[in-house]
Structures are given as structure tokens and as C-alpha cells.
């Protein structure tokens, strides 16, 4: 397999079109769907069902989809080796909490574009277990998550240091333990994120079940949830310095086990030459 054809199928496979995916590699269309029709061909199986313009990747072509990427990833790995002073360029594919990307990216980001312009940056938010398990995948090349991580595949930074604080509406009374919200529904991310699991283990500390779990896939709908008195949640407190939120949403102080995270910078430790990746956690540094 050559790698000019992985990747055609790769950008196919991310674009579900081939009209999408030629323009993103500047081809022609007819030029992409040959080198899609030679590769499947050379393989024996179909990549892809065809529905009008609308390619849905098969089975096979999943499995090939996690090769493609890992050789493909390995390619300019060992490109990158034999070139060391060559600048950071390519894709870059980072994820990141959504909070964290909100409150702590925008400027790094802003930084890291000015200094490397050849990278091409590629951010994508989900809770923390879902981007460890991008990065092991290798369909990520770093992210930041909520420590500790508990996988020795991957290497960790030290990125930033958040204090999580417990959310009400303005005019909800002090609360000092779980009982003072025992009947309030938790508002919280979807199932994978470690904010959501210390919040969980607050309550279960003090033998409290909430009235309901509501998640969300925002941090925008949860405060403004929480503003309109619909339940608590858990946030990071540089998101709500960063916002006027004082007439609208109290702070409650956490206990120091719970509220203290530290957002760390992973990838994978195979992975071993990568300069995009390199230039990156120089930023953050």
C-alpha cells in the first residue's frame, strides 16, 4: 500500500465525501475516487457502502482507518528523524476538555500559530477518557486531560492547575457539605469526565443521591442551566473568572481532595520524534 493512497482514503474517510475530501487535498474528484477504486481493489474488499454522494466506511475499512493512521503517523515520525532541524509542519491533532480548551487554549493556540504557521492545528473537545483513548488510538496526537493517568503507554507534562468549585444558582443558601444540596439534580458532562466523577464522590462521601444526573454536552448550557436554578454542577473557577457570572451563579468551596486537579499534556511514549508535538508543549510551558 502506498501512502499517497492511505492517505486519500484517510481524508475519504474523515470527510464521508469524496467531493470533500479532493478539495481538501487539492485534487481533482476523478483522481480520488480512482486511487480509492485501485485501493480496494488491491485489498479485495470494499472500504465503503455508496449512497449517492455519501460514502458510510464499512467494517474493513475501519480496521484499515486505524492502520492508515499509525503508518501514516510513523512516516513523518521517521521523516521528522532524519530531518532534525527541520521546522514543526503537518497536522497537528490536539484534544482537550472543553473547559480547558475554553478558558486556557485561545491564547496558547494564538501563540503557537504566530511561531509555527505551517502546522496545520486540528482541536477536538471531549472528557477526559475519550481523549486518552484518542491518543492511545492514535487518532490524537496530544491532549490535555484531568490527572493522574493511569496508562504507562502514554507520557505526561504538567500543563495547568485548576481549582474546581461547586455551582448554584445566585440565591441558593451556603453549603458546607452534600446535605445542603441532597435534593438538587447534578448538572454534568457526559459519562468519561473526571470533573463529573469528583463531583459524584463528594456526594457519595456524604452518603447523599442526588435527586437527578442531567448531562450536557456544553459547559455554556450547564451554567446557564445552573443560573436558571435548575440544579448544581462542578466547574473549574478560571472559567467563571473569565466570565460575569457573579449575579447569576454563587461558588461554594469544595473540599481540598476534591477540588484541586491538575490538566496534564499526554501523548503517546512510542511516539518517540515529533516536532509539531515538541513545539507544542513549549507553548504550554
Given at each position: 500500500m502506498e501512502?499517497?493512497?492511505?492517505r486519500?482514503?484517510?481524508?475519504?474517510?474523515?470527510?464521508?465525501?469524496?467531493?470533500?475530501?479532493?478539495?481538501?487535498?487539492?485534487?481533482v474528484?476523478?483522481n480520488?475516487?480512482?486511487r480509492?477504486?485501485?485501493?480496494e481493489?488491491?485489498l479485495?474488499?470494499?472500504?465503503?457502502?455508496?449512497s449517492?454522494?455519501?460514502?458510510?466506511?464499512t467494517?474493513?475499512?475501519?480496521?484499515?482507518?486505524?492502520?492508515?493512521?499509525?503508518?501514516l503517523?510513523?512516516?513523518?515520525?521517521?521523516?521528522?528523524?532524519v530531518?532534525p532541524?527541520?521546522?514543526?509542519?503537518?497536522q497537528?491533532?490536539?484534544?482537550?476538555?472543553e473547559t480547558?480548551?475554553?478558558?486556557r487554549?485561545?491564547?496558547a493556540l494564538?501563540?503557537?500559530?504566530r511561531?509555527?504557521?505551517?502546522?496545520?492545528?486540528?482541536?477536538?473537545?471531549?472528557?477526559?477518557?475519550q481523549?486518552?483513548?484518542?491518543?492511545l488510538k492514535h487518532?490524537?496526537?496530544?491532549?490535555?486531560?484531568?490527572?493522574?493517568?493511569?496508562h504507562?503507554?502514554?507520557?505526561?507534562?504538567?500543563a495547568?492547575?485548576?481549582?474546581?468549585?461547586?455551582?448554584?444558582c445566585?440565591?441558593?443558601?451556603p453549603v458546607?457539605?452534600?446535605?445542603?444540596?441532597?435534593?438538587?439534580?447534578?448538572l454534568?458532562?457526559?459519562?468519561?469526565?473526571?470533573?463529573?466523577r469528583?463531583?459524584?464522590?463528594?456526594f457519595a462521601?456524604?452518603?447523599?443521591?442526588?435527586?437527578?444526573?442531567?448531562?450536557f454536552?456544553?459547559?455554556?448550557a450547564?451554567?446557564?442551566?445552573?443560573?436558571?436554578?435548575m440544579?448544581?454542577?462542578?466547574?473549574?473557577?478560571?472559567i467563571?473568572?473569565?466570565?460575569?457570572?457573579a449575579?447569576?451563579?454563587?461558588q461554594?468551596?469544595?473540599?481540598?481532595?476534591?477540588?484541586?486537579?491538575?490538566?496534564?499534556?499526554?501523548?503517546?511514549?512510542?511516539?518517540?520524534?515529533?516536532?509539531?508535538r515538541?513545539?507544542?508543549?513549549?507553548?504550554?510551558a
Amino acid at each position: 500500500m502506498e501512502l499517497s493512497a492511505l492517505r486519500i482514503f484517510k481524508a475519504v474517510a474523515e470527510e464521508g465525501s469524496v467531493t470533500l475530501a479532493a478539495s481538501r487535498l487539492n485534487r481533482v474528484q476523478s483522481n480520488v475516487s480512482a486511487r480509492l477504486t485501485q485501493l480496494e481493489d488491491s485489498l479485495g474488499v470494499a472500504l465503503f457502502l455508496r449512497s449517492g454522494r455519501k460514502l458510510q466506511i464499512t467494517a474493513e475499512g475501519s480496521r484499515l482507518l486505524a492502520y492508515a493512521d499509525r503508518l501514516l503517523q510513523l512516516a513523518d515520525e521517521a521523516q521528522a528523524a532524519v530531518q532534525p532541524d527541520q521546522k514543526p509542519s503537518g497536522q497537528l491533532r490536539i484534544g482537550s476538555m472543553e473547559t480547558t480548551a475554553a478558558a486556557r487554549l485561545p491564547h496558547a493556540l494564538a501563540a503557537f500559530h504566530r511561531k509555527h504557521p505551517h502546522v496545520e492545528l486540528m482541536l477536538d473537545t471531549a472528557p477526559t477518557d475519550q481523549l486518552l483513548e484518542g491518543v492511545l488510538k492514535h487518532r490524537l496526537d496530544v491532549a490535555l486531560v484531568a490527572g493522574p493517568v493511569p496508562h504507562t503507554e502514554l507520557a505526561c507534562l504538567p500543563a495547568f492547575e485548576e481549582e474546581l468549585v461547586l455551582i448554584t444558582c445566585h440565591d441558593h443558601l451556603p453549603v458546607a457539605s452534600p446535605q445542603d444540596v441532597a435534593r438538587r439534580n447534578l448538572l454534568v458532562f457526559r459519562s468519561g469526565c473526571t470533573y463529573r466523577r469528583r463531583l459524584e464522590a463528594w456526594f457519595a462521601e456524604g452518603d447523599v443521591a442526588p435527586a437527578r444526573v442531567s448531562e450536557f454536552g456544553t459547559y455554556e448550557a450547564i451554567l446557564g442551566c445552573v443560573a436558571a436554578g435548575m440544579g448544581v454542577a462542578i466547574m473549574p473557577k478560571e472559567i467563571l473568572n473569565q466570565r460575569k457570572l457573579a449575579r447569576t451563579i454563587r461558588q461554594h468551596a469544595l473540599p481540598p481532595h476534591i477540588t484541586q486537579v491538575e490538566t496534564l499534556l499526554v501523548w503517546r511514549k512510542d511516539v518517540l520524534h515529533h516536532p509539531a508535538r515538541s513545539a507544542f508543549a513549549e507553548i504550554l510551558a
